[in-house]
């Protein structure tokens, strides 16, 4: 099956640092990967599209200053929070859709915790 | 405002039997939908998609689509303490680019 790998798993950082999560399709290309949000005893919520080779589309309220996306290649999406806040902490999850197919596979996710 | 409602439960059904789970859509235009479990602290592994009215069946679980109903459900069959965890209920459309929207999710207790 479709392997997405995300890192790093967990980070610890202090307020106001940035702080880059990796999303890699391993055995896939993928033109389109998604970025989601999820928050303790809430569904995702998806933050953001990105499509290789152009900039990311952005869900309504979701700063884009903040939460910089880029998709380099057809295997790798990044994910930085710059200056990152205490409420910025949540579960991030990244998810890719296969060339040709609608089902999207999703990262191990990245717990990040903003002291 | 496209939307998936589900019932956050818990769903509680003791092992062996037969749970039940639904999911219902607002936007008519949607043709793909897909049923994924999350436990506790990780990501979404995907169970089933399904495109058609009707059933679909893969081991124990069954999808049920009724378009005309806006209806999706799920179906798992010899509930096992295992299959405990959140179901979330997908639904794809396109406005610009393509999309999932999530249902918040039912959570399911198999009781052993």
């Known amino acids: 099956g479709a392997v997405v790998s995300q890192h790093p798993s967990r980070v610890i950082c202090k307020s106001g640092t940035s702080v880059k999560i990796e999303c890699r399709s391993l055995?896939?290309?993928?033109?389109?990967m998604f970025w989601y949000r999820q928050f303790p005893k809430q569904s995702l919520m998806l933050m953001a599209t990105?499509?290789?080779?152009?900039?990311?589309?952005?869900e309504q309220g979701v700063e884009k200053d903040k939460f910089l996306i880029n998709h380099a290649s057809l295997t790798l999406s990044t994910l930085t929070v710059t200056s990152a806040h205490p409420e910025d902490s949540s579960f991030y999850i990244c998810s890719a859709l296969p060339a040709g197919t609608d089902i999207q596979y999703f990262g191990a996710g990245t717990r990040l915790s903003v002291l | 405002q496209k939307e998936v409602e589900q019932n956050s439960g818990p769903l509680s059904v003791p092992e062996g039997a037969i749970a039940s789970l639904n999911c219902t859509y607002s936007d008519r235009g949607s043709q793909s939908f897909f049923w994924y479990r999350q436990y506790s602290g990780k990501s979404p592994e995907l169970i089933m998609s399904?495109?058609?009215?009707g059933d679909k069946e893969d081991g124990r679980f069954t999808a049920q689509l009724n378009k005309a109903s806006q209806y999706v459900s799920l179906l798992i069959r010899d509930s096992q303490p295992s299959d405990s965890a959140t179901y979330l209920c997908a639904v794809s459309y396109t406005s610009g680019t393509y999309k999932y929207i999530f249902g918040t999710g039912t959570r399911l207790k198999v009781l052993a």
């Open positions: 399904i495109y058609s009215n």
């Open positions: 055995d896939f290309q993928a033109t389109t």
């Open positions: 990105s499509n290789e080779g152009s900039k990311a589309t952005y």
